[in-house]
């Protein structure tokens, strides 16, 4: 099960070393190149590559796999094989040990992954090493509960024996957003092994390195050869192609609602199972008796951490009108502060992810002022000192005019806050009610009861009450409406992966 040495791994420096090396060359050492597919690299089948960039520099600093339907082909097949062999064949138990060596092998190499992301995504190093600390505990937690899916007994009378068995659905793509490589990753393939099934996962064109270096991981720590397989490239030549497979029994999908829609209409043809997660434009609601101070921090960490790039970012914030004015001019202040620049740098935002994302959200801006809102802060591209070639955003603040406006009604995925001001709770219910997703809510009050109408009221998929992001692994996330279907994490990401099977025996 060893892996070739056509793409060596990185080898493990220290963070400071790691730091030096991109900081020298612009790049790292080792980064595979090649597909991983049946547990070993695998170059691609029409020999083409593209290349990766620095969002903080604006420049490539990698080539991989440009792979195509062929190349999908042979890892549907690999983890087909993986599946109904050396995988399907292991015990619960023996899988939860093997998603525990992947969360020991991934402590001890955490910086190297860390380092990787920031790179690749451009997010602050910080925020990569959060993301890292998180696949640890998702790979912990699922490992723990892959002996833990249990059936149930059918009470049919005495004459008959009735159970459920929950069964792996089998082969399962992981269609991977740019946003949070590895994280988004993890969350999929982790319940996916857990519950016994093989993956062929495809992520962003722009983010390849950190999912084709955990399956290689994977491999180090038991698993067999094919139950986990990574094929690059673009949507288009590969992530097309794998969402249409006949031999994939589950599709999960991170993206935006058009992409999401035509991966639906693909699975269509083949009756494939689907778990879509389309992004959102959650709703901040801040009331007058709220912690103004706690408040603070909780907005600016939920629309700017990395860069307003997430899908659940509290991108809309609903202010009561007794506060609006100061808790808007505190906020302007902050924002004004806020230090921008490359990942590795001592900054509070980092770049968006390509030339063409800020392209997009400098386009929201412009038609948004255009149209009358008012921009309180930020509000155009930047060109940070030391990152002059890299693509930056000012954190911006929008005070929208109305509740049709795009600023409010549109997710525009990068550091861009819009404003609504509110009469009282029920008004604010109301705005975080009309748009067309339902992903995420979050509400600041002092008021138990307020929280819990506010929490029953509006339709997301979770509700953070004095905290926004609250949680983690153990809470399961997905949205409603035009935001997605199913769920991930928790206990409810694990059935995902699952069918039941009914069991029915008459006795003598």
Same mark, same amino acid.
């Not at 509000?379 to 000192?385: K, L, R, W, Y």
């Not at 809510?441 to 929280?451: L, V």
């Given at each position: 099960?060893?892996?070739?040495?056509? !793409?060596?791994?990185?080898?493990?420096?220290?963070?400071?070393?790691?730091?030096?090396?991109?900081?020298?060359?612009?790049?790292?050492?080792?980064?595979?190149?090649?597909?991983?597919?049946?547990?070993?690299?695998?170059?691609?089948?029409?020999?083409?590559?593209?290349?990766?960039?620095?969002?903080?520099?604006?420049?490539?600093?990698?080539?991989?796999?440009?792979?195509?339907?062929?190349?999908?082909?042979?890892?549907?097949?690999?983890?087909?094989?993986?599946?109904?062999?050396?995988?399907?064949?292991?015990?619960?138990?023996?899988?939860?040990?093997?998603?525990?060596?992947?969360?020991?092998?991934?402590?001890?190499?955490?910086?190297?992954?860390?380092?990787?992301?920031?790179?690749?995504?451009?997010?602050?190093?910080?925020?990569?090493?959060?993301?890292?600390?998180?696949?640890?505990?998702?790979?912990?937690?699922?490992?723990?509960?892959?002996?833990?899916?249990?059936?149930?007994?059918?009470?049919?009378?005495? !004459?008959?024996?009735?159970?459920?068995?929950?069964?792996?659905?089998?082969?399962?793509?992981?269609?991977?957003?740019?946003?949070?490589?590895?994280?988004?990753?993890?969350?999929?393939?982790?319940?996916?092994? +857990?519950?016994?099934?093989?993956?062929?996962?495809?992520?962003?064109?722009?983010?390849?390195?950190?999912?084709?270096?955990? +399956?290689?991981?994977?491999?180090?720590?038991?698993?067999?050869?094919?139950?986990?397989?990574?094929?690059?490239?673009?949507? +288009?030549?590969?992530? +097309?192609?794998?969402?249409?497979?006949?031999?994939?029994?589950?599709?999960?999908?991170?993206?935006?609602?058009?992409?999401?829609?035509?991966?639906?209409?693909?699975?269509?043809?083949?009756?494939?199972?689907?778990?879509?997660?389309?992004?959102?434009?959650?709703?901040?609601?801040?009331?007058?008796?709220?912690?103004?101070?706690?408040?603070?921090?909780?907005?600016?960490?939920?629309?700017?951490?990395?860069?307003?790039?997430?899908?659940?970012?509290?991108?809309?914030?609903?202010?009561?009108?007794?506060?609006?004015?100061?808790?808007?001019?505190?906020?302007?202040?902050?924002?004004?502060?806020?230090?921008?620049?490359?990942?590795?740098?001592?900054?509070?935002?980092?770049?968006?992810?390509?030339?063409?994302?800020?392209?997009?959200?400098?386009?929201?801006?412009?038609?948004?002022?255009?149209?009358?809102?008012?921009?309180?802060?930020?509000?155009?591209?930047?060109?940070?000192?030391?990152?002059?070639?890299?693509?930056?955003?000012?954190?911006?603040?929008?005070?929208?005019?109305?509740?049709?406006?795009?600023?409010?009604?549109?997710?525009?995925?990068?550091?861009?806050?819009?404003?609504?001001?509110?009469?009282?709770?029920?008004?604010?219910?109301?705005?975080?009610?009309?748009?067309?997703?339902?992903?995420?809510?979050?509400?600041?009050?002092?008021?138990?009861?307020?929280?819990?109408?506010?929490?029953?009221?509006?339709?997301?998929?979770?509700?953070?009450? !004095?905290?926004?992001?609250?949680?983690?692994?153990?809470?399961?996330?997905?949205? !409603?409406?035009?935001?997605?279907?199913?769920?991930?994490?928790?206990?409810?990401?694990?059935?995902?992966?699952?069918?039941?099977?009914?069991?029915?025996?008459?006795?003598?």
């Amino acid at each position: 099960m060893s892996a070739s040495l056509a !793409n060596p791994t990185l080898a493990a420096p220290t963070l400071a070393e790691g730091m030096a090396e991109i900081r020298a060359t612009g790049t790292l050492t080792g980064l595979p190149r090649d597909h991983f597919i049946a547990g070993r690299w695998t170059p691609p089948a029409s020999g083409a590559r593209m290349d990766s960039a620095d969002p903080g520099r604006g420049a490539p600093f990698a080539a991989f796999a440009n792979g195509d339907a062929e190349d999908v082909d042979r890892a549907v097949t690999a983890a087909r094989a993986a599946f109904t062999g050396a995988w399907g064949d292991a015990s619960p138990a023996e899988r939860g040990r093997v998603l525990q060596r992947m969360a020991s092998l991934l402590r001890a190499e955490a910086d190297r992954f860390a380092l990787v992301e920031c790179l690749d995504s451009g997010k602050r190093l910080s925020e990569a090493q959060g993301d890292v600390r998180g696949v640890i505990r998702a790979f912990e937690y699922y490992a723990g509960a892959a002996d833990k899916l249990e059936g149930a007994s059918l009470p049919l009378g005495r !004459n008959y024996l009735g159970f459920t068995l929950d069964e792996p659905v089998g082969v399962c793509a992981q269609v991977i957003p740019w946003n949070y490589p590895l994280s988004t990753a993890a969350r999929g393939i982790a319940p996916a092994l +857990a519950a016994g099934c093989a993956i062929v996962a495809k992520p962003a064109e722009q983010t390849p390195f950190t999912a084709l270096m955990l +399956a290689e991981l994977a491999t180090r720590a038991g698993l067999p050869d094919g139950a986990l397989n990574v094929v690059t490239g673009t949507g +288009a030549r590969a992530g +097309a192609p794998l969402v249409a497979h006949p031999g994939i029994h589950h599709i999960t999908f991170t993206g935006s609602v058009p992409t999401g829609i035509r991966v639906m209409q693909a699975a269509a043809e083949n009756v494939t199972r689907l778990v879509l997660e389309l992004g959102g434009k959650s709703p901040l609601v801040v009331l007058a008796d709220a912690d103004l101070d706690i408040a603070l921090e909780g907005v600016l960490e939920a629309i700017y951490e990395n860069a307003g790039q997430i899908c659940s970012a509290g991108s809309r914030l609903v202010l009561e009108r007794p506060i609006a004015d100061e808790f808007l001019a505190r906020l302007v202040a902050r924002v004004e502060k806020l230090r921008l620049g490359h990942g590795l740098d001592a900054v509070d935002v980092g770049p968006v992810n390509s030339a063409l994302q800020l392209e997009r959200i400098d386009a929201h801006v412009r038609r948004a002022e255009a149209a009358g809102n008012g921009i309180l802060a930020g509000g155009g591209i930047v060109h940070p000192a030391g990152a002059e070639g890299g693509w930056f955003f000012a954190p911006t603040i929008v005070l929208a005019r109305g509740l049709d406006d795009p600023i409010v009604t549109e997710e525009i995925f990068g550091p861009v806050l819009a404003v609504q001001i509110v009469g009282d709770l029920d008004e604010a219910i109301h705005v975080a009610n009309a748009t067309e997703f339902a992903l995420v809510a979050g509400i600041y009050t002092a008021s138990f009861d307020k929280a819990q109408r506010f929490a029953r009221r509006v339709d997301a998929g979770q509700v953070y009450i !004095n905290e926004y992001f609250a949680g983690g692994i153990e809470v399961p996330f997905g949205g !409603n409406r035009k935001s997605g279907f199913g769920r991930e994490k928790g206990m409810e990401g694990l059935r995902s992966y699952c069918r039941t099977k009914s069991i029915v025996a008459r006795l003598r």
